[in-house]
């Protein structure tokens, strides 16, 4: 049986792919804590200021016990032209649900020792076509915005907790 999971949420919820069909477990919106790295101008009326926040997840292959951890950044703008203005807890709420939809579409087709790199890869492109549908101007991509620390999930730390 292959078992692929993803990461695992503050409540103890994994992500996991039983089989190829079935995934199990979620994500919350309190799991993107965005750091604002580009203030809106409160004098412009035009898109302006970002959001961003990097993940680092673990995905492991049930079978194998092979592990490797999936990195990605998510960025949403504040202001856009289609949407105004993107509340953070918007944004929050639709950065989780896709995640979740774009992991379940993902892992549930993975087949058995397929390499993890390949299936995280699959996820972050099939995460961002999913955002950018919903968020204008959002995007998935390696983590690269300087002074975000990463929001790990279902990685253990020494002597603490774990998201």
């Given at each position: 049986?292959?078992?692929?999971?993803?990461?695992?949420?503050?409540?103890?919820?994994?992500?996991?792919?039983?089989?190829?069909?079935?995934?199990?477990?979620?994500?919350?919106?309190?799991?993107?804590?965005?750091?604002?790295?580009?203030?809106v101008?409160?004098?412009?009326?035009?898109?302006?200021?970002?959001?961003?926040?990097?993940?680092?997840?673990?995905?492991?292959?049930?079978?194998?016990?092979?592990?490797?951890?999936?990195?990605?950044e998510?960025?949403?703008?504040?202001?856009?032209?289609?949407?105004?203005?993107?509340?953070?807890?918007?944004?929050?709420?639709?950065?989780?649900?896709?995640?979740?939809?774009?992991?379940?579409?993902?892992?549930?087709?993975?087949?058995?020792g397929?390499?993890?790199?390949?299936?995280?890869?699959?996820?972050?492109?099939?995460?961002?076509?999913?955002?950018?549908?919903?968020?204008?101007?959002?995007r998935?991509?390696?983590?690269q915005?300087?002074?975000?620390?990463?929001?790990?999930?279902?990685?253990?730390?020494?002597?603490?907790?774990?998201?």
């Amino acid at each position: 049986m292959l078992v692929t999971a993803l990461w695992v949420g503050a409540l103890g919820q994994s992500g996991c792919a039983h089989g190829r069909g079935l995934v199990i477990g979620r994500i919350t919106p309190e799991h993107f804590r965005f750091k604002t790295v580009v203030a809106v101008d409160a004098a412009e009326m035009h898109p302006d200021g970002w959001r961003a926040v990097c993940i680092h997840a673990r995905i492991t292959e049930g079978d194998s016990g092979a592990t490797d951890v999936c990195r990605f950044e998510v960025g949403v703008p504040i202001r856009n032209i289609q949407q105004r203005e993107v509340p953070l807890e918007v944004a929050q709420q639709v950065v989780a649900s896709l995640a979740n939809a774009a992991a379940h579409e993902i892992l549930s087709k993975a087949q058995q020792g397929e390499m993890i790199a390949i299936l995280c890869r699959r996820f972050k492109n099939k995460y961002e076509h999913l955002l950018r549908e919903r968020i204008a101007g959002a995007r998935v991509s390696e983590c690269q915005t300087p002074g975000l620390e990463p929001i790990y999930f279902d990685i253990p730390l020494r002597g603490t907790a774990n998201d």
